[in-house]
């Protein structure tokens, strides 16, 4: 599933400062109702170990958890996240395309 990926250069001290917002934006981006079977996979392989593992991460991604009725009897959760880290994310990803499309002969 990992072929043919797009990389960006960047120093090791980038790297690491945004490790936190790349972790947090892709738990909200694998939780949407919208995900495909390979992002909940995903979600469920790393994404529940981890929230198990570090119990202050769910309180990083996730601002306020509510659960909803619904008029037929069922439950839908809401979740609101951190949208300021997850759009740092979104930058960086759309720049990194800009990047590969206007230099693509750079090493």
Do not use: W
Request: net charge neutral; aromatic share 6%; proline share 4%.
């Amino acid at each position: 599933m990992r072929r043919n990926l797009i990389t960006v250069p960047a120093c090791d001290e980038h790297n690491m400062k945004c490790s936190k917002d790349d972790e947090v934006a892709a738990y909200v981006i694998t939780l949407t109702d919208k995900t495909n079977e390979l992002g909940a996979d995903q979600f469920l392989k790393k994404g529940v170990r981890a929230i198990i593992g570090n119990k202050g991460l769910i309180d990083s991604i996730f601002k306020k958890i509510e659960v909803h009725q619904l008029p037929g009897g069922g439950q839908v959760a809401t979740v609101e996240f951190d949208a300021e880290r997850v759009e740092r994310v979104m930058d960086r990803i759309a720049g990194g395309l800009f990047f590969q499309v206007t230099s693509p002969s750079y090493p």
